[in-house]
């Protein structure tokens, strides 16, 4: 038994190999694996993002290049098909921040709560100097070339059964939150962080296992949070986003006029999600009031208030988990510069 499990690992191992060494994993040119079924309510801004590359790639190249978008999660998790764009098994997949922390920690640093006043200020940095120095970062340590930076849902933001308005009010209550990050303003504020797997969260809410949660707000609505959350704090803690990520060793072997069509196509793929994502926020908002939830926006000295009292430990965490301690100051401060 040993030796013939010892044989399969040797052939899938080649597999993967030979895959990443160009050898085509598909009919197609272009294959990207998504999470969410096509026509999935609020999966718009993302399924949506890739749809239009593919059409921009397709038409732009003339038709040289096939895409081809395989929905559902049916080609593996978030992180398994981030490694298959890695190995060149596919080459493209809608993993987000938090998967890509997997494979290049220092993208961790983007998730530091409060850390962006606003979705404009995110996109002035990603855009800008710092997001193409992560991203050719990215490039030649994964593998993967960063064609863009694409919101993921936006901000996440508070639910709870009663008003969270100030720092203290976190004090006592469990929250259901996930990654290690976006426990810390929940503990440094007083409270407890509890990590419940998705399927689980109505229930949780709903028998008070767990307080209260953080998720976009397409989130909230998706699974009828407001039958069991009274509160809708937007507090905008995180900032969700995604690299529109390709593998680099397809990409490097494109003609001069194949790569300029795919990047053309990534930027007009990120601006379209953008707009889609701002638009269902919007709407997601309304549709939340209308449900009877009471929305509490959250002002730029609101979230400051909470950010002097969670950023000392977020810093000392982050520092402690990246592979570049420099760089958290130095997105701090630019972050600073973006927002005056």
Known sequence: MRSILKAAAALAATAVLTAGLGAPASAADIKAGLMLKKGFPGAEPVNGMFELFEAEVEK????????????????????????????????????????????????????????????????????????????????????????????????????????????????????????????????????????????????????????????????????????????????????AFGPLGINDRWFAKLSDKHKAVVLAAGKKAIAYNRKASRDAEAKNIAMAKERGVTVIPFTREMKKAFADRVRPAAIAWLKKNVDTPALVDEIIAEVARLSK
């Open 60 to 239: 732009g190249s003339g038709g040289a290049i096939k895409m081809e978008i395989v929905y559902g999660g049916a080609l593996g998790k978030p992180n398994e098909r981030l490694n298959q764009v890695r190995h060149g098994i596919i080459q493209m997949s809608d993993a987000s921040d938090g998967n890509y922390a997997s494979i290049y920690k220092d993208i961790q640093i983007l998730s530091m709560p409060y850390l962006f006043p606003d979705e404009q200020t995110a996109w002035k940095l990603l855009d800008g100097p710092v997001g193409t120095k992560m991203a050719e970062d990215i490039r030649k340590k994964t593998g993967i070339r960063v064609l863009g930076w694409w919101e993921s849902g936006g901000f996440k933001h508070y639910s709870a059964n009663r008003a969270i308005r100030k720092p203290d009010d976190m004090k006592g209550l469990k929250m259901r939150v996930m990654a290690p990050i976006f426990g810390i303003p929940v503990l440094t504020l007083g409270g407890s962080a509890t990590p419940i797997a998705f399927p689980e969260l109505y229930t949780s809410l709903k028998t008070g296992v767990v307080d209260g949660q953080d998720n976009a707000v397409w989130v909230f609505n998706l699974i009828k949070l407001h039958e069991v959350q009274k509160f809708l704090m937007l507090d905008g803690h995180i900032y």
